[in-house]
């Protein structure tokens, strides 16, 4: 049967305005729950997408327990982009020539009103890094003993904490050991009087319970790259600063 003129010509009946709404509030809603489970599903697969703090280090070399212990410290303390940059109260240094020592006001916690110099990708006080600057710093011999000029370069800071957490005198045990041994719950104990985000300090919060999954993350995927590089190739400054 042919359809006549008039009838393919025919309009159509216009839908109202509040189906068009009513289309449009459909599609943005159903947009943020497929965004949420993308999410959702990127958080259970691969957690690490989702923490900027947990990334690789800028230090080559070293022990893979501890890489993947300052990859959760920092998890926990400096969860940005620009982790080596930050400054306490979430402002950015412009140059790590020299630790920023900058008091920037606490505004929570038991200790709100006061400020801290927190810095860097692991949040070290000033007074903290020039103590362990001084101490395993690679250019420590060349600021006429003042340590307060030392670069606090990423690449510093890595080599300066990774030295800091292998040094078994300081700690009185090796915590690289305790970590071989599955024992990180000791270790974060030990650690949280000075990473206070650790889960036995006084400042734990949304990150903190998350920090024993993300180590075990990274340290597969610092495990994986160990096989490929062995120490026996090691090179560079990173390998010789880690010895106290």
């Given at each position: 049967m042919t359809r006549s003129p008039f009838y393919l010509s025919r309009p159509r009946r216009p839908r109202s305005a509040s189906v068009d709404r009513w289309t449009r509030l459909s599609g943005v809603v159903l947009g943020l729950v497929l965004a949420m489970v993308m999410l959702a599903l990127l958080w259970w697969w691969r957690p690490l997408f989702l923490i900027p703090g947990a990334r690789e280090l800028v230090m080559q070399g070293g022990d893979p327990h501890l890489r993947a212990l300052m990859r959760t410290i920092s998890a926990g303390e400096s969860n940005v982009g620009r982790a080596y940059h930050v400054i306490h109260?979430?402002?950015?240094?412009?140059?790590?020539?020299?630790?920023?020592?900058?008091?920037?006001?606490?505004r929570g916690g038991p200790n709100r009103g006061r400020c801290s110099t927190a810095a860097g990708r692991y949040q070290l006080l000033y007074s903290t890094w020039v103590e362990m600057a001084r101490r395993y710093h690679p250019d420590r011999d060349e600021t006429d003993g003042d340590p307060s000029k030392l670069s606090f370069s990423a690449l510093h800071q890595d080599v300066v904490v990774h030295a800091w957490l292998a040094d078994r005198q300081f700690w009185r045990v090796d915590l690289a050991e305790l970590l071989r041994r599955g024992r990180l719950d000791e270790v974060l104990r030990r650690?949280?009087?000075?990473?206070?985000?650790?889960?036995?300090?006084?400042?734990?919060?949304?990150?903190?319970?998350?920090?024993?999954?993300?180590?075990?993350?990274?340290?597969?995927?610092?495990?994986?790259?160990?096989?490929?590089?062995?120490?026996?190739?090691?090179?560079?400054?990173?390998?010789?600063?880690a010895r106290p």
């Open positions: 109260g979430g402002e950015f240094a412009v140059t790590l020539a020299r630790h920023p020592n900058r008091c920037e006001p606490i650690l949280s009087g000075t990473w206070t985000s650790l889960g036995y300090g006084i400042e734990s919060h949304g990150m903190t319970q998350r920090l024993p999954r993300i180590y075990q993350e990274v340290l597969a995927h610092e495990m994986r790259k160990a096989a490929r590089h062995p120490p026996g190739n090691e090179k560079g400054r990173a390998a010789e600063a």
